[in-house]
């Protein structure tokens, strides 16, 4: 056992661990846990086909043109997840939504099943997966340690699927209006990075740009959220001044001469 590529290949798995848990979770607590899990479940499923068929061969796999198709999707479903979590957190607050079985008729139906929740877990797993299986090939061909790379991969995978089991019931707790807005930028982020790399841009710090980005995406979002509801509630004011005036027929005295 080479203790060196282990721990390289623990700790290189481990980052893209932590993305694949965060879509996974954040897709099951904000749309359907039935949907998040299957779509991973099928990810993975198709990741190890392609171990199976390819072998060492999957380093070679062309990772821009996937990175760029992911990336765009999650890019799509993010920019409309914010939106929504933008005007809803508007109109309603951040409390409302809290322990509520879903988010509303219109993006989820429970009888239903959520093509939309399956297509980004499988997507975010694939792509994740597929980095890696390159991982572990890379480290352990280069030093002749294939089983120590395999090994310290899984116990990555292991350890941080254990972590994000233990931990969305703590995200669920977020109201899921908050969480749509959330969730939303989340996906933006990872839809940003992903379709940048795919362009064959090298993004500075590399993975560390996703917690600028995602800092960047949830600054915004907050300050359009105060821009619309600061705009909305003037216009409930203008609203409320002409239905108050003394020719509108919403006056009380008003009504009781007709």
Same mark, same amino acid.
């Not at 590399?206 to 995602?214: D, F, K, N, S, T």
């Given at each position: ?15 893209? !661990?932590?993305e ?6 954040? $897709? *099951?607590?904000?749309?359907?846990? %039935? ?5 991973? =479940? ?14 060492? +061969? ?7 043109? $996937? ?37 509303? =008729?219109?993006?989820?139906?429970q009888?239903?099943?959520?093509? #939309? ?12 997966g597929?980095?890696?299986? !390159?991982?572990?090939?890379a ?6 340690? !294939? =089983?120590?790379?395999?090994?310290? +991969? ?12 233990? #931990? ?20 933006? #982020?990872? *839809? ?25 995406y $949830? ?33 009380? =005295?008003?009504?009781? %001469?007709?």
């Amino acid at each position: 056992m080479n203790l060196a590529v282990l721990l390289a290949a623990f700790f290189a798995t481990a980052i893209e !661990v932590i993305e694949m848990v965060a879509i996974v979770v954040g $897709v *099951g607590v904000a749309r359907s846990w %039935r949907a998040s899990l299957a779509g991973a =479940s099928a990810g993975l499923i198709v990741l190890v086909a392609l171990v199976t068929v390819l072998g060492i +061969a999957v380093r070679d796999v062309p990772l821009s043109p $996937v990175r760029l198709v992911v990336g765009a999707l999650l890019l799509v479903f993010g920019l409309q997840w914010l939106r929504k979590g933008v005007l809803r957190v508007a109109r309603d607050g951040w409390g409302v939504g809290h322990n509520a079985p879903d988010l509303d =008729s219109s993006d989820v139906d429970q009888h239903r099943f959520d093509w #939309t929740g399956f297509v980004l877990s499988f997507k975010g797993v694939s792509l994740e997966g597929l980095e890696v299986m !390159v991982i572990v090939v890379a480290f352990g061909t280069a030093a002749g340690a !294939v =089983s120590s790379a395999v090994v310290g +991969a899984v116990t990555a995978i292991i350890v941080l699927g254990a972590v994000g089991a233990l #931990t969305y019931r703590l995200v669920a707790r977020i109201p899921r209006r908050a969480l749509q807005l959330f969730v939303g930028a989340l996906l933006t #982020t990872f *839809g940003t990075y992903w379709a940048v790399e795919g362009l064959g841009v090298a993004w500075p710090g590399e993975e560390a740009a996703l917690v600028a980005l995602g800092a960047l995406y $949830v600054l915004a979002a907050l300050a359009l959220l105060s821009w619309v509801r600061h705009g909305w509630q003037e216009t409930t004011q203008v609203a409320g001044h002409r239905g108050s005036s003394p020719g509108s027929s919403s006056d009380p =005295s008003a009504s009781g %001469r007709h």
